[in-house]
């Protein structure tokens, strides 16, 4: 049974920083390209940023330079460090894996405030 599984999330003060963890199983981690998506309510799911199988990386225009994916196949884990928190950046993050099967984690509330 695939399973992805997002931790790290919590209550930040603007400037501050946080790293989200996302651990799979169930799957060829090293195979996937893993991207992070956020999403508040009433708006549509955000994508944030992307990794992947030969770590080239890439990110929306929001976070660019303050957001850093990364990911560790032997962890089976995708991380993304998270710096210069910004109100705006309060969201539920959720990882996603893509292959030939897509998959999603169940998300991680982020708040940030002060």
């Known amino acids: 049974q695939v399973q992805l599984v997002e931790s790290g999330g919590g209550l930040v003060q603007p400037g501050g920083s946080l790293r989200l963890s996302c651990v799979a199983s169930?799957?060829?981690?090293?195979?996937?390209?893993m991207k992070w998506y956020r999403q508040t309510p009433g708006k549509q799911r955000e994508w944030v940023a992307g990794i992947n199988s030969g770590h080239d990386t890439n990110y929306a225009d929001s976070v660019k330079g303050r957001f850093t994916i990364s990911r560790d196949n032997a962890k089976n884990t995708a991380y993304l460090q998270m710096n210069s928190l910004k109100p705006e950046d309060t969201a539920v993050y959720y990882c996603?894996?893509?292959?030939?099967?897509?998959?999603w984690g169940q998300g991680t509330q982020v708040n940030v405030s002060s």
């Open positions: 996603k894996a893509l292959y030939w099967s897509i998959y």
């Open positions: 169930g799957i060829s981690f090293s195979s996937y390209t």
